[in-house]
């Protein structure tokens, strides 16, 4: 009897110590997620932004192995205000930083703290080593002069320049131009600064003498031109040329169209001409999913760097000036999300998923005899690489860890800043298994499944799917590189720790595996196809042994929740509930905030098929259960789309409930919004499909 007892508290301690052990969302969103880290000239110092449970601050770190980490800002509370666009000056004595928010279409700066003060996006300098910040000016997107003396940016869409160490100096606007200016790009002696002016449907490159005090357009088009490029003796521009695609409706596929090219500008002559154009077919379209906007790079005079979908994968080429050829840098089955390129141009780092599909890791390419190899660890996520003295810097995360800064060094990856790492224990999260699914089309998708900590395989569990937004996303094996989709992460493995099979569903029209299933036929408003992906799901889960197929919940935000409307519109005997977080309900009434000029009345053709790609198509069909959560200043998903479809549940008698943020955005700018929001999530499934329901 003793000993039967015995047995009974060892097992009743592990039982309870594995439940202890459970991170609650609030310790998993505790953890600090960084962003936007860059390195001076010289690669003796590294700064990045930490947000902090909604408090905003600068980190630099410096000295052997970047041990020596400091705060440099000290703004306090979770105030929704954010920081971004850090630059040194090449003397390590000033950084630069934008602090502030965007402004709605009504000039209203995003403030859903309600703060009484001026939250709009304005610049800063910092002295770094006595901590002393000054407000230049309101504005963004600062460039620093080649002297290291001036910055200019950009103050409601035209270009300004001030004073980086002379207070007293007022900023001035350089030139008045119609359009909106962006893109600054100074030429290397600090004489002229290149910039593309937008007009709408149309762009042009522009170049400001500061000598002269005059702009000149030496090639403009009709068509869209981007990416000013200076080469190191500043007597040429590399520029993009995308032809004009006027009434090209966003979310549709575009698999190919006109091609866009690369130009070349001389600036002595003012003469342009074009030096390579992308093949027909495949690739013919760019696609941008670099973080840094940068896709065009000069190695050096003569060779240019740039991302193309030829093989119909985003894979790096280089093109040579001189004689005209253009080669592959990367291959094989995956995507480049960016680069950069070592000072001497000898050597390029990226970031990319190709052999590790549901990752992403660090390579290091020889330009002269172009072997490529990875050089992160191939076990976990890592991104952003930084060339620095100490080695290779860039941000990295795990499937038990959020993002975190790293140095890089022989195939390791050393924490920077680790005494900021909350206490939390995160051992007990699980590797998300990789599944593949087959839809009533026949197209393949993607997933990551979560396991229930408690998993038996004998016993039926509730499931859940998460529909990411985008759709111009990937889930990985980890805590993803985006804050949103890093809580997102969370969220899963917190629904695993409480007795959830857990589905992530990478649906067509996402990225990370080529161009023919983010340019999926008939996705979006020409046919709503990746709603199938979605059904295929479903069925997988209630097909699952482990399963229990009257307990399948969604949840999703943006065009995740889009894809939770109408699981919950069409298929209400496969999916017992739902949250529709920020979703679009109507393609018609949401496709004017990406195409201004996108009239329904003018396109009645494809405004019918746009309504029958929509959830509110299928509204009579919907009966279950829905928790609905928008902030009312989202620019991305007008609130609208909330408000309206409520009326329409409310006349068909569907329950829901909502949780709406006043002033609060698109993606939540207060900590304590994302902490609510994915509790109401987890806590209004669990009501419906949790244990007091078996």
């Known amino acids: 009897m003793k000993r039967n007892i015995l047995y009974f508290s060892i097992f009743y301690f592990f039982l309870n110590f594995t439940l202890i052990s459970q991170p609650t969302i609030d310790q998993m969103l505790s953890v600090p997620f960084p962003s936007g880290m860059t390195a001076s000239s010289d690669g003796n110092l590294i700064a990045w932004v930490f947000n902090n449970q909604g408090e905003n601050n600068i980190f630099i770190a410096t000295g052997q192995n970047f041990a020596q980490v400091s705060k440099l800002t000290n703004y306090a509370g979770d105030n929704g205000v954010g920081i971004n666009s850090l630059s040194f000056t090449d003397d390590n004595q000033w950084l630069v930083y934008v602090r502030g928010n965007s402004k709605n279409k009504n000039g209203q700066a995003a403030n859903p703290a309600q703060l009484q003060e001026d939250t709009q996006n304005a610049l800063y300098v910092i002295n770094i080593q006595k901590k002393i910040s000054r407000k230049i000016s309101e504005g963004d997107s600062p460039k620093i002069s080649p002297d290291g003396k001036t910055v200019a940016f950009i103050n409601s869409g035209q270009i300004w320049t001030a004073s980086i160490q002379d207070s007293i100096v007022k900023p001035k606007m350089l030139f008045s131009s119609r359009g909106g200016q962006t893109s600054i790009k100074w030429n290397p002696d600090g004489s002229k600064i290149a910039f593309v002016s937008r007009r709408g449907d149309h762009s042009f490159i522009g170049i400001y003498d500061l000598i002269k005090k005059m702009v000149i357009y030496n090639d403009p088009s009709v068509d869209f031109d981007s990416e000013p490029n200076w080469n190191s003796k500043g007597t040429q521009i590399a520029y993009i040329r995308e032809p004009n695609k006027k009434n090209v409706i966003p979310f549709t596929p575009q698999r190919e169209g006109h091609p866009w090219s690369i130009r070349l500008m001389d600036i002595e002559t003012g003469q342009s001409h074009e030096i390579w154009k992308a093949d027909e077919g495949p690739g013919s379209v760019l696609f941008n999913s670099f973080p840094s906007g940068d896709l065009l790079r000069w190695a050096n005079d003569n060779l240019l760097i740039f991302p193309w979908e030829k093989d119909g994968w985003v894979h790096l080429y280089i093109h040579e000036i001189d004689s005209k050829k253009t080669n592959v840098l990367t291959t094989g089955k995956g995507i480049v999300e960016d680069y950069t390129i070592s000072k001497d141009g000898s050597r390029i780092l990226y970031t990319t998923n190709i052999g590790d599909v549901y990752k992403r890791h660090v390579w290091s390419m020889n330009l002269k005899t172009r072997d490529a190899i990875v050089i992160s660890p191939i076990e976990n996520i890592q991104w952003n690489p930084l060339i620095t003295s100490q080695g290779i810097a860039l941000l990295h995360s795990s499937f038990k860890k959020p993002a975190w800064p790293g140095l890089l060094k022989n195939n390791e990856v050393m924490d920077i800043a680790s005494n900021y790492f ?48 985008g759709s111009r996303r990937q889930m990985l094996q980890g805590f993803h590189y985006s804050n949103y989709y890093s809580n997102a992460y969370a969220l899963n493995q917190y629904f695993a720790s409480q007795g959830y099979v857990v589905l992530a569903l990478n649906y067509r029209s996402g990225i990370g595996y080529g161009l023919d299933f983010r340019e999926a036929e008939k996705y979006g408003v020409t046919g709503g196809s990746e709603v199938l992906d979605l059904f295929s799901a479903g069925e997988y889960l209630k097909n699952r042994k482990d399963v229990d197929g009257s307990k399948i919940g969604l949840w999703g935000g943006s065009y995740g929740g889009y894809l939770t409307a109408h699981g919950l519109a069409r298929r209400g005997d496969l999916f017992a509930v739902g949250v529709d977080i920020h979703g679009v309900h109507n393609w018609n009434t949401e496709l004017p905030t990406f195409a201004p000029w996108y009239d329904p009345l003018n396109f009645p053709k494809e405004a019918k098929l746009a309504y029958e790609s929509s959830p509110e198509f299928y509204l009579d069909g919907w009966k279950n259960p829905v928790l609905l959560i928008h902030g009312d200043d989202d620019r991305n998903v007008p609130f609208g789309e909330t408000v309206y479809l409520t009326e329409k549940l409310r006349d068909r008698g569907v329950y829901f409930e909502q949780i709406v943020f006043p002033d609060e955005v698109h993606s939540f700018l207060l900590h304590k919004n994302w902490v609510n929001a994915q509790k109401a999530t987890f806590e209004f499934i669990n009501r419906y499909l949790g244990e007091k329901n078996k």
């Not at 224990?425 to 979560?450: H, I, N, R």
Request: charged residues 10%.
């Open 422 to 469: 909350p206490s939390v224990d995160f051992s007990s999260l699980q590797t998300p298994e990789v599944v593949e699914l087959t839809a009533s089309d026949g197209m393949k998708s993607y997933g990551t499944l979560f396991y229930p900590s408690n998993y038996d395989p004998n016993v039926t569990h509730p499931a859940v799917i998460f529909l990411h937004g």
